[in-house]
């Protein structure tokens, strides 16, 4: 199962693949998941499609509206970057609840790179932006001390 729910919070699991322990794993061998929320350990990485429509079919079973949205589950979801960017984008014309990802920080060279490249990019164009436009250096020159 893709989501499940902890009070008025809609978790989104995409994936048991980890990068250390889990949550429930630093909990002790005492803790469980409750019953009720619906928690099962993914059996398949899911599709794009497969997230968005779990989601939406959450939201619209929910009695009362979900105060958040979180990408979590039993594995790293930052491992799984472009899915969870492809469903971020896919659902943003619907109305969500904030949404937020739980991770451990300890994530693939791939994500990481994919956010170095993506802060940079920012940088680059609000440098540009300030300096004149496309024509502009790359970099904003030093003032002389």
């Not at 002790?28 to 779990?54: I, K, R, W, Y």
């Not at 943003?92 to 739980?102: D, G, I, Q, W, Y």
């Not at 994919?114 to 802060?119: A, E, L, N, P």
């Amino acid at each position: 199962m893709t989501t499940y729910t902890l009070r008025s919070t809609l978790y989104v699991a995409l994936t048991n693949r980890l990068t250390a322990r889990t949550i429930i794993q630093t909990r002790g061998p005492a803790f469980s998941m409750p019953n009720s929320s619906g928690f099962v350990p993914l059996q398949h990485e899911p599709l794009t499609t497969d997230v968005c429509a779990a989601v939406l079919s959450a939201m619209e079973r929910a009695p009362t509206p979900f105060s958040s949205i979180v990408f979590a589950g039993q594995g790293e979801p930052l491992l799984r970057l472009d899915t969870l960017e492809a469903v971020l984008v896919a659902l943003a014309s619907e109305s969500l609840p904030p949404v937020r990802v739980a991770t451990n920080g300890i994530v693939a060279p791939r994500a990481a790179q994919h956010g170095r490249r993506q802060r940079d990019g920012r940088a680059r164009l609000r440098r540009r932006s300030t300096m004149g436009g496309a024509d502009a250096p790359d970099t904003v020159p030093r003032r002389r001390a």
